[in-house]
């Protein structure tokens, strides 16, 4: 069973940064993909960003150019580092990781706590 923890989410003025952090465990890290995902108050989650095990990457054009995803194999964590935060990115961010198919539609039955970012002046 795969288990996640993220953390480093917080309230930042627009413009400022976050780094968000999603420890994994009971899954073999270095082979699969993982992805960072975002739920909004009313909306549905989305995809924000995708790191493969190969270390390739892919962004939600609303975050394309801003934020950037990268992974430790050694410490089994995956990273999200936000900048020019703009308030629409207020969400509870979530990390999720299993096959690519799974992670690109967010196929999963279990997710961990998420951790909120607040957006705003």
């Known amino acids: 069973q795969v288990q996640l923890v993220e953390s480093g989410g917080g309230l930042v003025q627009p413009g400022g940064s976050l780094r968000l952090s999603c420890a994994v465990s009971?899954?073999?890290?270095?082979?699969?993909?993982m992805g960072w995902y975002r739920q909004a108050p009313g909306k549905q989650r989305e995809l924000v960003a995708t790191?493969?095990?190969?270390?390739?990457?892919n962004y939600a054009n609303s975050v394309k150019d801003r934020f950037t995803i990268s992974k430790d194999n050694g410490t089994n964590t995956v990273y999200l580092q936000m900048n020019s935060l703009k308030p629409e990115d207020t969400a509870v961010y979530y990390c999720?990781?299993?096959?690519?198919?799974?992670?690109?539609?967010?196929?999963?039955?279990?997710w961990g706590q998420g951790t909120q970012v607040t957006v705003s002046s």
């Open positions: 999720n990781a299993g096959p690519w198919s799974k992670v690109v539609r967010a196929d999963f039955g279990s």
């Open positions: 009971g899954i073999i890290f270095s082979i699969n993909a």
């Open positions: 790191i493969t095990h190969g270390g390739s990457t």
